[in-house]
């Protein structure tokens, strides 16, 4: 509960050392909504789980925490539809571009309604005083967090490129381990 209701930032930088040596080979996938532009999770895909997504035409990803086809809203009912699969130009990361068929996209829900969050980017970083790191929640309607809030593609293309990196990291690691 503390970690995604929290205010203490607690970045697992390990995370893709920990993809790594579980040796699955899997790219970083940003999940965008086609209408209003907002990113609603950035995630793992594997050959299994991107054959699947586009044979059942919704977001299936691959949990690499559970090493498992995750089919995005099978227990929550907050499936994505897709719509389009894009691919970055050194093959290294996809963007899923998705229709919600319900409100939420997050397995986590606002505190205040208990309905699923429309993203899973509905904290804000900051620095404190003496230089540490902060959460604080966006509220509702503000920066992306409501879906008739627009994220320019130029925001998710940076989450690509991100996700790119981080798929270079991993191929690295995955080398390194060999």
């Not at 995750?70 to 571009?97: H, M, P, Y």
């Amino acid at each position: 509960m503390q970690l995604e209701e929290g205010t203490a930032v607690a970045l697992d930088f390990s995370k893709l050392d920990k993809v790594a040596s579980k040796k699955c080979d899997v790219v970083p996938v940003v999940v965008q909504d086609s209408r209003t532009g907002a990113v609603l999770i950035a995630a793992y895909v594997n050959e299994q789980a991107l054959a699947e997504t586009l044979k059942q035409r919704v977001c299936c990803l691959w949990s690499t925490s559970r090493n498992e086809l995750w089919v995005k809203g099978a227990t929550s009912g907050d499936t994505l539809d897709l719509d389009d699969v894009r691919i970055n130009c050194e093959q290294n990361s996809l963007l899923f571009l998705c229709t919600p068929r319900r409100k939420g996209a997050c397995h986590t829900k606002d505190q205040a309604t208990g309905v699923s969050r429309v993203s899973c980017y509905y904290r804000r970083v900051s620095a404190n005083a003496d230089g540490g790191l902060v959460l604080s929640h966006v509220p509702p309607g503000e920066g992306g967090t409501d879906s008739s809030q627009m994220v320019s593609l130029r925001t998710a293309g940076l989450f690509v490129v991100a996700a790119a990196a981080a798929a270079s990291f991993i191929t690295a690691a995955a080398l390194r381990r060999r």
